[in-house]
């Protein structure tokens, strides 16, 4: 591990410093400060993301490595060798399986990049096991932001819950087939 890099990562370094656990505890502040900007009657919607939030899975207890918070395409960099990551700010020690459902949420990407992964790691029972559940950690977090950044989405973000953690247990379903 680089000197310096040992240190707890795979957040999303423009929202919080540390793991996706530590993103979801931000998450967690971000919908608390906008509680007096919902509109009326959205209450009970900003409660069911506050309780999705609390209670949203950030990787505790999988397989660590060194680990970049965002491994998209807009950090990578095509060479003759293949692709290469670039902008390695807050990377260290994470979850490996959860700095990377940036990339396994895309529909274009995900498969691609599971089977390039798999050839040198081998999934856990746990990881797979896990992974829908990441998947909608990830999406929630997006979802929370656009919500922070315009409070009249509240009751539509809520109401998409359900449907979002299907769509994430069916991805994860695609994944592991790859």
């Given at each position: 591990m680089p000197p310096g890099a040992d240190r707890p990562a795979g957040a999303l370094h423009h929202f919080a410093e540390g793991t996706l656990a530590d993103e979801l505890r931000a998450v967690g502040t971000w919908l608390d400060s906008i509680e007096a900007r919902v509109p009326d009657g959205a209450a009970p919607a900003l409660d069911a993301l506050r309780a999705s939030v609390a209670v949203a899975y950030g990787g505790d207890g999988l397989p660590e490595g060194f680990v970049h918070p965002d491994p998209v395409p807009?950090?990578?960099?095509v060479t003759a060798e293949g692709p290469v990551l670039v902008d390695w700010t807050s990377a260290g020690r994470g979850p490996r399986l959860a700095s990377m459902t940036l990339v396994l949420r895309s529909g274009w990407?995900?498969?691609p990049f599971m089977k390039g992964y798999a050839r040198v790691v081998s999934l856990t029972d746990?990881?797979?096991d896990r992974l829908p559940e990441l998947l909608f950690s990830r999406h929630l977090i997006g979802l929370a932001?656009?919500?922070c950044g315009d409070p009249a989405l509240t009751v539509g973000a809520a109401k998409k819950l359900t449907a979002l953690r299907r769509k994430c247990e069916a991805t994860a379903r695609d994944l592991a087939q790859v």
């Open positions: 807009k950090n990578m960099i990407a995900a498969a746990d990881e797979r932001f656009r919500v």
